[in-house]
Antibody
Framework: QDQLVQSGAELREPGASVKVSCKAS????????ITWVRQAPGQGLEWMGW????????HYVRKFQGRVTMTTDTTTGTAYLELRGLRSDDTATYYC????????????WGRGTLVTVSS | QSALTQPPSASGSPGQSVTISCTGT?????????VSWYQQHPGNAPKVIIY???KRPLGVPDRFSGSKFGKTASLTVSGLQAEDEADYYC??????????FGGGTKLTVL
């Protein structure tokens, strides 16, 4: 069945960067749009932005502009989320999810990648 | 954009119905037909259970239903089952290629 396979947990020091990957399995990433959502421990879901599978358009939540880059590698069917200038409050599980942005919902989610920011 | 407002908790006994509200503004819930609901069990990724206010994806039981009136959307779970105990989040398109989430509601099956 279709899956989004995310990379493993990461530990970073404050000020560092992290790049999380999300690989499409059994479908073409270019046929869909990808969103990134994060969840701090014990907290709710926070939307970070989205990009199209062709890597020609991105939209970032204002809060993350300047610190985040979302990309896709269309040859490998992999989406990436890079977050720079990490702070302790960036500690969270980061989820990728696919959908069609015209409908504004996401029907397949990765299992999440825990990013811990600590010195 | 501000988060959509959901009650932090809701509860019901097995077999009962429970409704969770999601209140926004005329710039999000009240302005578009793109309200979705996600169910999240502890330790798992979210799963869409309602999209475009009231549509159910294949495989989602018809015990789950969605509606909207004005700036408030609602998720109703009928015939509560133990497996429905989870966190529920609403989302809405908010214009300008933006999406906004609700703060989440923890549903407890008594």
């Amino acid at each position: 069945q279709d899956q989004l396979v995310q990379s493993g947990a990461e530990l970073r020091e404050p000020g560092a960067s992290v790049k999380v990957s999300c690989k499409a399995s059994r479908f073409y990433l270019t046929d869909y749009d990808i969103t990134w959502v994060r969840q701090a421990p014990g907290q709710g879901l926070e939307w970070m932005g989205w990009l199209n599978g062709h890597n020609t358009y991105t939209h970032y939540v204002r809060k993350f502009q300047g610190r985040v880059t979302m990309t896709t590698d269309t040859t490998t069917g992999t989406a990436y989320l890079e977050l720079r200038g990490l702070r302790s409050d960036d500690t969270a599980t980061y989820y990728c999810a696919k959908g069609n942005i015209v409908d504004w919902y996401f029907d397949l989610w990765g299992r999440g990648t825990l990013v811990t920011v600590s010195s | 954009q501000s988060a959509l407002t959901q009650p932090p908790s809701a509860s019901g006994s097995p077999g009962q119905s429970v409704t969770i509200s999601c209140t926004g503004t005329s710039s999000d819930v009240g302005g578009y037909h793109y309200v979705s609901w996600y169910q999240q069990h502890p330790g798992n990724a979210p799963k869409v259970i309602i999209y475009e206010v009231s549509k159910r994806p294949l495989g989602v039981p018809d015990r789950f239903s969605g509606s909207k009136f004005g700036k408030t959307a609602s998720l109703t779970v009928s015939g509560l089952q133990a497996e429905d105990e989870a966190d529920y989040y609403c989302t809405s398109y908010a214009g300008g290629n933006n999406l906004v989430f609700g703060g989440g509601t923890k549903l407890t099956v008594l």
